[in-house]
C-alpha cells in the first residue's frame, strides 16, 4: 500500500494507481544543448512490475531516471509516481533509489549510515530488517572507508530499502559486485518484490534482466524502441542462431547460405544468425556434411539488444546515459 500524507493526495494517488499506474512518464523530453538525451519518452509501469530499462551508452537511461527522481527537472512532459510529483513521492517514502556511484559518508559505520536515512523517512523498516535485505548484517560496525566496491553496492541497497518504499528504482546495481554478491543480491529483491512492490532497475547485464525482469524497455538515442515481456522483445527480431562444427569452413562460403544475415567464425566453430533457419541448416549439411555438433536456438535478449540498438553511436556521454 502507498505511503500517503493526506487525504487528498490518497485520494489521486488511489485514481492513478487505479488506472494502472505506478508510474507514469508522458511526452517526456530532455535535451543538452544539441543532445538529446530524453526525446519524447511516454512509457507507464503498473503496481507490481519488475522493468528492466536496458540500453547502450548514451541512450538517456540515467537521464529518464533522474527525471523520475525528481532529481533532473524535464524540458517537455511530465512525471508521476503513484499519482504524485516525484519530490512529493520521495518526501513521503513511496520511492527508494539505490544509484551507481552514490557517495556514503566516510565517518560513519554501515549501521549508522542507514540508521541516519531511517530517521528522515517516515515509516522506515526497523534498520537491523533493512541490513539483513541487503546482506549487509556483518558490516554494520564498519565505516565506509574500510568497504570494497561490491559491499558499498550492497549499503546503498540497504539505504534505498531502509525507508520501505513502494516504488524501488536501482541504476546499475551489481555493478563491482562478484558472481556470488550478485548471485545473494537478486535473491533479496526477490523476496523484495514478492511483496508486490514495484522495480525499475538499469543494467548492462542482460542475462539480469532476462531472469528477473517481468518487461524490459529498450532505449536507443533517448526514445524507446522496444517495450514488451523478454519473448516479445526476442519475437520483434525474429531468426534462430545455427552453431555448429565445420571444417574448413570459411566466412565467405557460408554467408551465401539461405536466410544467413550474419557470421561469426572462429576456427571450425560457425555461428550463423538465420531468418530461415530450415533452409540454412540443410544447405549447411549439403555443403559440408563433415558438419557436427549443430545447435539451433532462438535468438536471446543480447541479439535483440544488439539488433534494436545497433543504430546508436556510443558517443562521449557528457553526463548522460
Known amino acids: ?65 533522474d527525471m523520475l527522481l525528481g532529481l533532473t527537472k524535464p524540458d517537455h512532459g511530465s512525471v508521476t509516481v503513484f499519482g504524485r510529483t516525484p519530490a512529493d513521492a520521495v518526501a513521503q517514502g513511496a520511492i527508494g533509489a539505490m544509484l551507481q556511484g552514490a557517495a556514503l559518508l566516510e565517518d560513519l559505520t554501515v549501521g549508522e549510515t542507514v540508521g541516519m536515512i531511517a530517521s528522515l523517512s517516515r515509516a522506515p523498516m526497523p534498520v537491523s530488517e533493512a541490513l539483513r535485505r541487503a546482506g549487509v548484517e556483518d558490516l554494520a560496525a564498519r565505516r565506509s572507508t574500510k568497504l570494497s566496491g561490491g559491499q558499498k553496492q550492497r549499503v546503498r541497497f540497504a539505504v534505498a530499502l531502509v525507508c520501505d518504499p513502494d516504488l524501488l528504482v536501482l541504476d546499475e546495481p551489481t555493478a563491482a559486485m562478484d558472481v556470488g554478491s550478485r548471485r545473494e543480491f537478486w535473491k533479496s529483491m526477490r523476496e523484495y518484490t514478492e511483496s508486490g512492490r514495484t522495480v525499475l532497475f538499469a543494467t548492462h547485464y542482460l542475462d539480469e534482466a532476462e531472469e528477473f525482469a517481468d518487461r524490459v524497455v529498450f532505449m536507443r538515442a533517448g526514445s524507446i524502441v522496444a517495450d514488451g515481456t523478454v519473448a516479445q522483445v526476442r519475437a520483434l527480431v525474429g531468426g534462430r542462431t545455427v552453431r555448429a562444427v565445420v571444417p574448413g569452413a570459411t566466412e565467405r562460403a557460408v554467408v551465401g547460405l539461405p536466410g544467413v544475415t550474419e557470421v561469426e567464425l572462429r576456427g571450425d566453430r560457425v555461428a550463423l544468425v538465420s531468418n530461415d533457419s530450415d533452409a540454412t541448416l540443410r544447405a549447411l549439411l549439403s555443403g559440408f556434411p563433415g558438419a557436427h555438433d549443430i545447435e539451433i536456438a532462438a535468438i536471446g535478449l543480447e541479439g535483440a539488444f544488439l539488433s534494436l540498438t545497433a543504430e546508436n553511436t556510443d558517443d562521449s556521454e557528457d553526463g548522460v546515459r
Request: no cysteine.
Open 1 to 65: 500500500m502507498t505511503k500517503t500524507a493526506s487525504t487528498s493526495t490518497a485520494t489521486g494517488a488511489d485514481r492513478e494507481v487505479a488506472a494502472g499506474a505506478a508510474v507514469r512518464l508522458a511526452g517526456l523530453r530532455k535535451h543538452y544543448g544539441d543532445v538529446r538525451a530524453v526525446d519524447g519518452i511516454d512509457l507507464t509501469i503498473a503496481p507490481g512490475e519488475v522493468v528492466a530499462l536496458l540500453g547502450p551508452n548514451g541512450a538517456g537511461k540515467s537521464t529518464t531516471v
